[in-house]
């Protein structure tokens, strides 16, 4: 796929050491602060990191999904209900996860890639409910109304967090590598212009489903790790909310790039681990202001989000990584 | 078991939910068709309707019909002040960005609800509870009968507006090509402005015809949203009958998986419906081809 020089070229790059510096922080940090909670949030920003990229692989693609929980949903399932009933050991449960969300997502994306950029957002918003539904209602099958324990994958705490870190590395790494390959070449294309893309020769419909398939396997992968990290799983997990984290990872860390996903779950999982602390200094000073509301603290918090996805996307529509890129241009001078 | 009168009852509520679903899906339609936008927040501006109308009501004490047009009038500001904050900026950019604004404005909307009105369930009462027309063996609730000529007088003055004044002829000539009516003197961003503050009205409107018939929080928003897509592509995109009828079927189709399949299909089936079109239609029932 890649030439000697263009491997040569790929490591000389400040993209590679970056990658190298952040991958040799992750692993450090957690050995000498070690702190339980902190080593909790730091492996949520790994799963998190392969949803999001996964969510900005497809919409490189141009496919803006608004339903990526469904396929973070079926991932976690199908790993769970895979060891509970046959025994199948997690660690090829979560493949097997992954290969059967890269399944559905292929049917799903059938009908799909023919669709404009709102209808399938409306679309692949409603396979996700449609999901959700259909779990419910087969709830002798998948036990997902009142959810269950699921078994461990690996002992929680720091081997579970290397482990996460290792997968994310791995599958953000291998989606690089697809964004820059011909086939990546040809999503970008499509997504500036797809009447163009497809007039230069581009089969616009197969490269949109590859990206779909492509973008579903990480998903369901980032799934059953979830699933796994919680140690349980409901049908809680099609939630609008899982569907909407990856968009706003992606697009405040920045839409497009490898680092902008990754930028972006460590910003909206800080806000959403570290930011509750401040809720019992926030609540005696606001309560008598909202007295209809009983904690403060988190709609405030998620006003706080919506104004900072808008903000970001009419001031900085490349995201914080841009920014970044700016200052360090900046430096470099 | 299932008897005539079923089915008949079936048919009357899904045309009654079916309306307030019209009235979404024509605000929708009308800002798609002139400004080629479309806003996912629009089930949110119901809500706030729906919110303002239960405001009015127990603040005021006013009987909650007329809350609708006050709702109607705040809900337009809300929708003035949207689109010249947020969708101006990036109308016509990357399809995506409108969707990204939409969502951040859902976030902020939702949470303002919780803010000033609570998470817990509320429910207008409008004044003609548990009061019914006998027809028979079948009773209809005053409120449905309400709403529905409600719907029907919103929608008659708006075909009115569209068709008969200078400010809809201009709102088409923007629709059909908005640079060529640019250049003929209309001042498209005042049609713009002028379109989602309709737009915004109709959510108003049917946010508190909602409220007096379902129990509302600050989360019900994104349904009837997905909801009024689905109408919009049965009935065709930028067209007004077609949302009409779209509605009502739909409203209609809802119904009847509530009382044939139960409860939790009644979502699903919003989908089931879209995706089926889509599948077989992926510009829409009645959209153009070839664009």
């Known amino acids: 796929m890649f030439s000697k020089e263009q491997v040569v070229e790929l490591t000389r790059s400040t993209k590679f050491r970056v990658l190298v510096i952040a991958i040799m922080i992750s692993a ?50 199908a790993s769970s209900l895979l060891a509970i009933n046959f025994g199948i050991p997690p660690i090829i449960g979560i493949l097997i996860g992954a290969a059967f969300s890269a399944g ?63 997968l994310a590395t791995t599958s953000i790494v291998i989606m690089y590598l697809i964004m820059k390959s011909k086939t990546g070449l040809a999503f970008r294309a499509i997504r500036q212009n797809v009447a163009e893309a497809g007039m230069i020769g581009i089969n616009t419909a197969k ?35 899982n569907s909407f984290k990856p968009l706003m990872m992606s697009v405040i860390g920045g839409l497009g790039s490898m680092e902008g996903p990754i930028i972006g779950s460590m910003i909206i999982v800080a806000i959403d681990s570290l930011l509750p602390n401040i809720d019992k200094f926030l609540q005696p000073v606001m309560s008598p202001l909202f007295p209809a509301v009983s904690n403060v603290g988190p709609p405030l918090r998620l006003i706080g989000l919506g104004l900072f996805l808008v903000m970001i996307v009419i001031f900085f529509p490349k995201g914080v990584s841009s920014l970044i890129r700016k200052v360090y241009n900046y430096l470099k001078k | ?48 309707g729906a919110y303002i109308g239960f405001s009015v009501w127990t603040a005021l004490g006013v009987n909650a019909y007329i809350a609708v047009f006050l709702s109607m009038g705040l809900v337009a500001l809300i929708g003035i002040a949207v689109e010249r904050l947020c969708f101006r900026r990036v ?47 079948l009773s209809i609730s005053y409120d449905w009968i309400i709403a529905m000529l409600f719907v029907v007088v919103i929608l008659v003055f708006l075909v009115l507006l569209i068709r008969k004044t200078k400010i809809g002829m201009a709102m088409r000539a923007t629709s059909q090509r908005s640079q060529a009516s640019m250049l ?47 109408i919009i592509i049965l009935g065709g995109l930028g067209s007004i009958p077609g949302a009409i009828i779209g509605g009502l ?20 089936i919003a989908f089931s419906v879209l995706i089926i079109v889509l599948v077989l239609r992926p510009k829409g029932l009645f959209g153009k081809k070839g664009e």
């Open chain 2, 249 to 268: 079927l739909y409203g209609i189709a809802e119904q009847s998986a509530v009382i044939f399949l139960g409860g939790i299909w009644r979502n699903a």
């Open chain 1, 207 to 241: 490269y949109k489903l590859y990206a779909f398939v492509i973008s579903t396997f990480f998903a369901g992968l980032a799934g059953g790790l979830y699933a796994h990290f919680l140690r349980y799983i409901s049908v809680t997990i099609f939630a609008a909310e």
């Open chain 2, 91 to 137: 109308l016509g950019e990357d399809k995506l960005n409108e969707i990204f604004v939409s969502l951040g404005l859902i976030f902020i909307f939702d949470n303002v609800a919780v803010l000033l009105w609570g998470e817990k369930s509320k429910r207008i009462i409008s004044p003609f509870e548990n009061m019914s027309l006998a027809l028979g063996e």
């Open chain 2, 1 to 48: 078991m299932i008897d005539t009168s079923t089915i008949i009852l079936t048919l009357i509520w899904g045309v009654a939910i079916g309306s307030i679903y019209v009235l979404l899906a024509t605000g929708l339609n009308l800002i798609f068709g002139v400004m080629k936008l479309v806003n996912f927040a629009h089930g949110e501006l119901l809500m706030i």
């Open chain 1, 104 to 166: 559905i997502g292929f049917l799903i994306g059938l009908t799909c890639v023919r669709l404009e950029a709102w209808f399938l957002a409306m679309v692949t918003f409603g396979f996700s409910v449609i999901a959700e539904t259909l779990v419910s209602q087969f709830d002798e099958v998948t036990h997902g109304v009142l959810g269950f324990r699921t078994p461990l994958l690996v002992p929680s705490g720091l081997p579970f967090y290397y482990f996460a870190v290792a």
């Open chain 1, 28 to 77: 450090v940090v957690p050995l000498v602060i070690g702190d339980p909670f902190l080593v909790h949030v730091m492996t949520l920003v790994a799963i998190f990191s392969i949803y999001a990229s996964s969510w900005n692989l497809l919409a490189n693609s141009g496919q803006g999904s608004l339903g990526h929980a469904a396929f973070l949903g079926v991932g976690g399932f």
């Open chain 2, 184 to 230: 003929m003197g209309i001042n498209i961003e005042r049609i713009y402005i002028f379109t989602f503050a309709l737009g915004a009205a109709l959510a108003g409107a049917a946010g508190v015809l909602y409220g007096m018939i379902f129990p509302f929080n600050p989360y019900i928003g994104a349904l009837p949203t997905i909801k009024a897509f689905a």
